[in-house]
């Protein structure tokens, strides 16, 4: 279940970074200069970890809170931040 306000702001920042893909696309068509290729390809990398952080409140907030109430839910809620954290610093 997705809190409605982080829902309403991972959704618009999504659509920021499919208006941010499709840029790059027509640039890599258009054979623009490499470092500003490789700008923008780092401006969306940086737009996605802010949607990262958006979807990881959001997970926070709502299943790991309850989660962790629940004692046959706790260890699941620890491995799968466990698990996010791995694949976040790889």
Same mark, same amino acid.
């Given at each position: 279940?997705?809190?409605?306000?982080?829902?309403? !702001? #991972?959704?618009? !920042?999504?659509?920021? @970074?499919?208006?941010?893909?499709?840029?790059?696309?027509?640039?890599? +068509?258009? +054979? @623009? %200069?490499?470092?500003?290729?490789? +700008?923008?390809? *780092?401006?969306?990398? !940086?737009?996605?970890?802010? *949607?990262?952080? %958006?979807?990881?409140?959001?997970? =926070?907030?709502?299943? /790991?809170?309850?989660?962790?109430?629940?004692?046959?839910?706790?260890?699941? #809620? /620890?491995?799968? =931040? /466990?698990?996010? %954290?791995? =694949? #976040?610093?790889?």
């Amino acid at each position: 279940m997705l809190d409605q306000k982080l829902k309403k !702001r #991972a959704i618009h !920042r999504a659509k920021i @970074i499919r208006g941010q893909m499709d840029g790059l696309i027509k640039a890599i +068509e258009k +054979e @623009i %200069y490499c470092p500003r290729l490789l +700008e923008q390809s *780092l401006s969306i990398q !940086r737009s996605l970890k802010s *949607l990262d952080a %958006y979807m990881l409140e959001n997970h =926070l907030r709502t299943h /790991v809170k309850h989660q962790m109430r629940d004692r046959g839910q706790d260890e699941r #809620a /620890v491995k799968e =931040l /466990v698990k996010i %954290y791995t =694949l #976040a610093n790889k």
